[in-house]
């Protein structure tokens, strides 16, 4: 993470470095980025660069990092009208929101697809880790809400399901990346997805 003398820049120099580090990390893989093309992007000197962060993964974490709380701060503004919704439409309007986000930030979503590209599963859960954690908590409070109006076992693991919930949306991500035609429709994952979840722990009359 960014040591304090980045935090204290100027709002407008810290997001130029962010912006020339996206362009950086979408036109080349992480191993074949290059800390001289951004600080000659963005005009500062080397020693400023170290200034700020650790080192190239250092900086790469972050722009992830930031990279997830817009997608957080988008996901939860997209969905203040899901209210009256039960947590499994919820969690169809979420992947919807995530689909249109990727639309809307191209570069973003770029980044993550190579991660998940990535052959280095060590580097993958390194890099990735702040996110999954975001994650995980986000899916934690919208699982208790839909226990408290039952229409979420009761009895489930909830850290554990949102774990499994995080980790379902990876590998789809991953097996849509990888493994599907360019013409099968990314909702018909997420669909499939979706019946698998509610399937597994939405409250039945047998629970009873």
Known sequence: MPKSTFLNLAEEKKQRIIEAAIK???AYTFRDASINRI???????????????ENKKDLYKYVLAVSATLKLKYLTSQMIEAKHQDFFQILRGLYLVGVNFAKEHPDLSKMG???????????????????????????????????????????IDVRLIAHLITTFSISLNEYYLTQCKEDLDVMTLIEALLAFIENGIRIKRSDF
């Open 113 to 155: 697809n190579d991660i998940l590209n990535d052959g280095d599963s060590k580097f993958k859960a390194e890099v990735l880790g702040e996110s999954i954690d975001m994650s995980n908590v986000f899916i934690e409070n919208l699982l208790k809400k839909g226990i408290e109006e039952g229409d979420v076992n009761p009895n």
């Open 24 to 26: 950086e990390f979408v």
């Open 39 to 53: 600080i000659a992007d963005v005009g500062i000197a080397k020693g400023s660069f170290y200034q700020y962060f």
